[in-house]
């Protein structure tokens, strides 16, 4: 699957977003090597620390179906967004420890602009287990 079709899995999914408060939907879809892709998409709640982003919940999605960091081969994040879509700083932790290090990444807006990075780009001098 090329970057262009993953995006467009990704705006699918973001019609699924539920955001009455933000109104900001942000889709995402995880790629394994295998072929399959798991969709996310923002979901948000009045209580807004329980809101869950669109690509934590492709990526946990993924996890909860049994796929492994070592099977995921790209994540498309997608928005209505005037730059390319970028993570926010809890999804980037979490694609940090939970996706292979060279995995791309590809930010996204409806208007086709693209910009390709990876997990080590996006979290320099990340915190992880071996902080702990």
Do not use: W
Request: net charge negative; aromatic share 8%.
């Amino acid at each position: 699957m090329n970057k262009e079709e993953l995006i467009g899995i990704a705006i699918e999914a973001r019609n699924l977003a539920y955001v009455p408060y933000s109104h900001f939907k942000v889709g995402a879809a995880l790629l394994t090597k295998d072929g399959r892709v798991y969709k996310g998409a923002n979901i948000e709640n009045a209580s807004y620390g329980l809101c869950m982003c669109g690509e934590r919940n492709a990526i946990y999605h993924a996890y909860m179906n049994g796929v492994k960091k070592e099977d995921i081969a790209g994540l498309a994040i997608v928005a209505d967004s005037e730059d390319p879509c970028s993570p926010c700083g809890a999804c980037r932790q979490v694609i940090h420890e939970l996706l292979p290090a060279d995995t791309p990444i590809y930010l996204s807006n409806l208007k086709g602009d693209v910009k390709v990075t990876c997990p080590a780009e996006l979290l320099p001098f990340a915190f992880d287990g071996k902080d702990l």
